[in-house]
């Protein structure tokens, strides 16, 4: 239902079209009976200025924002929250009553409340693969959830050695090369590269060395069973699927916009493939 008073939020990417977000937020608009609507903003990133000064004007709620935009927006804020600041990105907009722009970020909660029943009481040690801002959320998320110890190995280690000088003591970094032997001791493996996306390449590592009480979990939902995924499942391995950190991020961002805090509905998982089928 779409009234006159209807609440208006959306994601800005470049593309967009690939977004889940729409189908994500509508879904609980419509289960939860608000007058609202969520959108689709394809914005290039030069328009980005001009579009965040206008969206105010237009009455918008706030919007979400993915590649390429979360770092690109900072500069437009009048306001970011703890997270925010540390991780260097914005995935959540609010657009308070008095017209600031508050900037948010909750891709770590998400990530942590996705894998967060399933890691109960195993927080020594983590394994994360990838340096860019997935990463760095994830991290982040790590350190604040009580893990012992974070591993980070990047093909570029130069960036690998960046974020953990940022975030101190916790996070060490190996060489690429010596992925498969630093899963021995590991609770929790996390593959935040982009490899195992559908039209790029899997991700080669080998799970010998990995506990068989470990958890793996991949931040690649395209597809939703990435070769990694099926390998560990394959092998006994207990994995969560990156399709329930979008879920969980999205819960904090519609709570903000439209007043109620959502539900992970056990029907919204087989809404999302569904939509994820249409694109
Ligand atoms: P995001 O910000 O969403 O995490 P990104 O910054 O493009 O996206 O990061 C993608 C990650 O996948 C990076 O860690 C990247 O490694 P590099 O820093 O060396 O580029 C990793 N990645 C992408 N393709 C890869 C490949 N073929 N082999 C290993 N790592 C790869």
């Given at each position: 239902m779409l009234s006159g008073k209807g609440k208006v939020a959306g994601v800005i990417g470049w593309p967009v079209s690939h977004s889940l977000s729409p189908a994500l937020h509508n879904f609980w608009l419509n289960y939860y009976n608000i007058d609202g609507v969520y959108i689709p903003m394809p914005v290039k990133p030069e328009e980005l200025p001009e579009v965040i000064k206008v969206l105010p004007k237009l009455g918008i709620r706030g919007f979400n924002l993915t590649l390429p935009h979360k770092e690109l927006v900072i500069p437009y804020l009048d306001f970011m929250d703890e997270d925010a600041k540390f991780i260097g990105a914005v995935n959540t907009v609010?657009?308070?009553?008095?017209?600031?722009?508050?900037?948010?970020?909750?891709?770590?909660?998400?990530?942590i409340r996705n894998i967060q029943p399933h890691i109960d009481g195993k927080k020594n040690k983590a394994v994360v693969l990838?340096?860019?801002?997935?990463?760095?959320?994830?991290?982040y998320g790590l350190i604040k959830e009580g893990f012992g110890e974070i591993l980070l190995l990047?093909?570029?280690?130069?960036?690998?050695?960046?974020?953990?000088?940022?975030?101190?003591?916790?996070?060490?970094?190996k060489s690429w090369d010596t992925r498969n032997r630093a899963l021995d001791w590991a609770d929790l493996l996390v593959n935040a590269t982009s490899l195992g996306m559908e039209s790029k390449e899997p991700l080669e590592i080998s799970l010998d060395m990995l506990p068989k009480h470990a958890v793996v979990t991949d931040i690649v939902y395209t597809p939703l069973q990435t070769p990694l995924l099926k390998d560990a499942k394959g092998r006994g391995y207990l994995v969560v699927d990156g399709l329930g950190m979008l879920m969980h991020q999205a819960v904090p961002a519609f709570r903000v916009w439209y007043g109620i805090k959502p539900e992970i509905l056990p029907e919204l998982r087989p809404h999302l493939i569904k939509a994820q089928g249409v694109k």
């Open positions: 609010l657009i308070a009553n008095d017209g600031t722009i508050q900037g948010m970020n909750t891709d770590a909660y998400g990530f990838g340096a860019g801002g997935a990463a760095k959320a994830i991290c990047n093909r570029t280690q130069e960036k690998a050695e960046e974020m953990a000088a940022h975030f101190g003591g916790r996070v060490h970094v």
